[in-house]
């Protein structure tokens, strides 16, 4: 049986003209989660990164906390390889096309995290019914069932290669919340919306746990935990 990891990346920078690069706040999450899997004497086979400087950095982060707390003594931490199906759904393209205005209301504050995260529901709700914004189709933007079909492609190669009788057993993959959520949705078959869903809800530097078995007697792809911060203490856990 085999088993495949996917990490979210650590706090972004939310609220800044920047996003896509880790906080010193998620370096720090991914460095815990990197210091727990040391210490707990996992090890892994194969390492796949998402395609944005958030997954990176988190990645680096992480498997150089790993190295320093001593790391597993039966294999060092494999090169990484990235994967573009890893990447998130286009969220910001989404709400700039759908709710132009929306970044005249994204600050820090608590009224402001609150508003803007109704607003972002509402719009990627809109999005997945495949509704149109008010000044045209966005046809340059990715739908939301080509993005799940992208990360159930990246899942089952991965799941291929755990299946295969090969010697790999545990492959990490660092990535985004959105990717997470729709790996729990291809393992448990969930529809669309509750896919969403469950996006909305994964922690930065968070965990999501696999099982992979493929043999005569059973073809298994199944979630063992989801969203999982035991590396954190509940001040450091984050959602943005």
């Known amino acids: 049986m085999g088993r495949i990891i996917v990490v979210r990346h650590g706090q972004a ?53 790993f190295r320093a707390a001593g790391g597993s003594t039966t294999s060092v931490w494999p090169d990484p390889v990235e994967d573009p199906a ?46 149109s914004p008010d000044d045209g189709p966005a046809t340059n933007i990715e739908s939301w ?19 295969n009788g090969g010697a790999e057993r545990t492959i990490l993959a660092v990535t985004s919340g959105g990717p997470m959520a729709a790996a729990a949705g291809y ?4 529809d669309d919306l509750k896919t969403m869903e469950q996006s909305w809800m994964v922690s930065n530097g968070s965990f ?10 059973e073809d298994r792809f199944s979630m063992l935990s989801f969203n999982a911060t035991p590396h954190l203490d509940p001040d450091l856990v984050t959602g943005a």
């Open 187 to 190: 393992a448990l078959g969930l």
């Open 86 to 131: 890893l990447d998130e759904y286009q969220a910001f393209e989404v709400m700039d096309h759908f709710a132009p205005g929306h970044r005249q209301i994204l600050d820090n504050s608590e009224e402001g995290r609150r508003r803007y995260f109704l607003l972002y529901r509402q719009t990627m709700r809109r999005w997945l019914r495949g509704e």
């Open 145 to 163: 069932g080509k993005f799940r079909a992208r990360v159930a492609s990246s899942m089952e190669r991965l799941r291929e290669s755990l299946a």
């Open 13 to 65: 920078s939310y609220g800044q003209p920047d996003y896509d690069r880790l906080s010193d706040l998620g370096v720090r999450q991914c460095e815990m989660l990197g210091r727990y899997y040391a210490g707990r004497g996992w090890r892994f086979d194969r390492v796949v990164v998402g395609p944005r400087r958030r997954h990176w950095q988190s990645h680096d982060a992480m498997a150089a906390a």
């Open 208 to 217: 999501s746990e696999f099982l992979v078995s493929r043999t005569a007697e």
